[in-house]
């Protein structure tokens, strides 16, 4: 089993940052891809963005690209967004998640641990 703990989320005014973390258990962290999704109230969960298991790959919601830049630190057993340039339609709670395959995957289906998830809240 693996446990989540993100961390990072608040309020900001647009055109803001923030950087959210995601702290993961386990040994074999360093094998598994990670993905960060968001979801509003009434919506489904959407994809942001997933990195494979060395950093190596990297794909972004078209929606985020050039503005979020995700990246691992696999000796600290954690996952980092960096978020730039927010907008307000980037308010939504913002869970990180973890694939034991260790290819990076757009599809929440494909994920098999979630955190709780961390509130940002972008005002205009």
């Known amino acids: 089993q693996v446990q989540l703990v993100e961390s990072g989320g608040g309020l900001v005014q647009a055109g803001g940052s923030l950087r959210l973390s995601c702290a993961a258990s386990?040994?074999?962290?360093?094998?598994?891809?990670m993905g960060w999704f968001r979801q509003e109230p009434g919506k489904e969960r959407e994809f942001v963005a997933t990195?494979?298991?060395?950093?190596?790959?990297?794909y972004y919601a078209d929606s985020v690209k050039g503005r979020f830049t995700i990246s691992r630190d696999n000796a600290k057993n954690t996952v980092s967004l960096q978020m730039n340039s927010l907008k307000p339609e980037d308010t939504a709670v913002y869970y990180c998640?973890?694939?034991?395959?260790?290819?990076?995957?757009?599809?929440?289906?494909?994920?098999?641990?979630w955190g709780q998830g961390t509130q940002v809240t972008v005002s205009s």
């Open positions: 998640a973890v694939r034991f395959l260790g290819i990076a995957g757009r599809d929440a289906n494909a994920y098999d641990y």
């Open positions: 386990g040994r074999t962290f360093s094998t598994y891809a």
């Open positions: 990195i494979n298991w060395s950093g190596s790959s990297t």
